[in-house]
Structure formats: structure tokens, C-alpha cells
């Protein structure tokens, strides 16, 4: 599964070059106990305990839980580019199935939301974690909306922030809420509410159109 990051943890204090020869042990051991144990029950000392190394290494590289747990679930995130297909309908396929890779993974779907809580009071730590869930990714898949609106596949005006809200969103819910499937149904569905003709999303404009022209 690709790594948002090519260079290292994106929340440890310093450059993983000069990172414990012990970095990827302790990564390991953060996603093997939040399994094990879920994100509330999990401990920096549980993580020291479960990679070998004193609390004392972990707290040299992350300044926080939440910043270790970060890194942990930030190195099995799916964010990768989506390829050029020449074929609108598959590659909203393959955003939506990466989409719902990432959330159907028990670990993610439940602490990321309580990550962004945690670090909400940490403005750095929390541009960090929008780094990397959020703004790669949605990058990516904005850039495969934009080809199918080139194309002609897709209306010029489809507000791409919303089909991305749209997607994640019913992912998430679906995962902690609901528990109903996050199956091809559900990938196909989500896909072709953007590409029926007409749309089922509605535009940028919209509203502006139905205040000026009620």
C-alpha cells in the first residue's frame, strides 16, 4: 500500500536520515498495539514496550500519542496518484475504491477522528495531519475529476470538493455509523452520481442560480 511520504514520518521532529535505526520497529509497534488494544487504550509506554525501545527514544522523534499514531496510520494511507485511463468511469472508480480501502480499515476509520480531535489545540501538528490525509489525496482525485470535465464526461461546473465530501463522507459514515456494506454497490452508486446525465450533484452554482432565477 503507497506511503503518503517518501522521505520519512511527517510528524516526528526531526529528518528520518538521522531517525533510531529502530524507526520502522516502533511504526510497526504503534499499528500492532492501536489493533490490538484501539486508540483510547493505547499508551506510549505500550508502544515502547511492544518495539523493544525506551519511552525515551519514542518521545525523542514524536512529541505526542497523536503524533506517533499519526505517522503509524499515515504509512498505510492510500493517496496515490489516480492514472490516466483515458476512461472517466474508472478512474472515479479507482478514487472511490482507494477511498474505501483506507476507511474500511478498522484501525483508520476509528482513529482518525479521534486524531484530528486530539490535535486540533497543536495548530502545527494539525497542518501536518491535513497534509497527510487529506490534501494529497484529494489532490489527486480533483485531478481525475478535472480530466473527466475536459473530456466532456463530467459537467465544467461539478463542484469537485463536494463529490470528494460526498464520497468520504458516506465511506466514514457507513464504517462507524451505520455498518452497512462498503461493497462495489456502494463504489458503483457513489461513481455514477457524478456521472448520470444529468448529474446527481449539484453544480458550483446552484444556488446562486435559484436565488437570481427563482
Excluded: C
Amino acid at each position: 500500500m503507497a506511503s503518503v511520504f517518501s522521505s520519512g514520518p511527517v510528524f516526528s521532529s526531526g529528518p528520518a536520515a538521522g531517525g533510531p535505526r529502530s524507526l520502522s520497529k516502533i511504526l510497526d509497534a504503534a499499528r500492532d498495539v492501536l489493533s490490538g488494544q484501539g486508540y483510547p487504550a493505547l499508551t506510549i509506554e505500550a508502544v515502547a514496550a511492544a518495539a523493544g525501545v525506551g519511552k525515551s527514544t519514542i518521545y525523542r522523534w514524536w512529541p505526542s500519542k497523536e503524533a506517533l499514531v499519526a505517522d503509524a496510520l499515515a504509512e498505510i494511507f492510500r493517496a496515490e496518484e489516480i492514472p490516466d485511463l483515458d476512461d472517466t468511469h474508472a478512474e472515479l472508480r479507482h478514487a472511490v475504491d482507494m477511498t474505501i480501502d483506507n476507511y474500511a480499515n478498522e484501525d483508520m476509520a476509528t482513529s482518525l477522528p479521534a486524531l484530528a480531535g486530539g490535535l486540533l489545540p497543536h495548530p502545527e501538528l494539525m497542518a501536518r495531519f491535513r497534509e497527510a490525509f487529506l490534501y494529497r489525496k484529494r489532490e489527486n482525485i480533483a485531478a481525475a475529476l478535472r480530466r473527466g470535465i475536459q473530456r466532456g464526461d463530467l459537467p465544467h461546473d461539478l463542484d469537485i470538493d463536494l463529490v470528494q465530501d460526498i464520497w468520504a463522507g458516506t465511506i466514514l459514515y457507513r464504517r462507524l455509523m451505520t455498518g452497512a456494506p462498503l461493497d462495489t454497490d456502494l463504489a458503483e452508486h457513489l461513481v455514477r452520481l457524478v456521472t448520470n446525465t444529468p448529474p446527481l450533484l449539484p453544480h458550483r452554482d446552484a444556488e446562486v442560480r435559484r436565488i437570481t432565477n427563482p
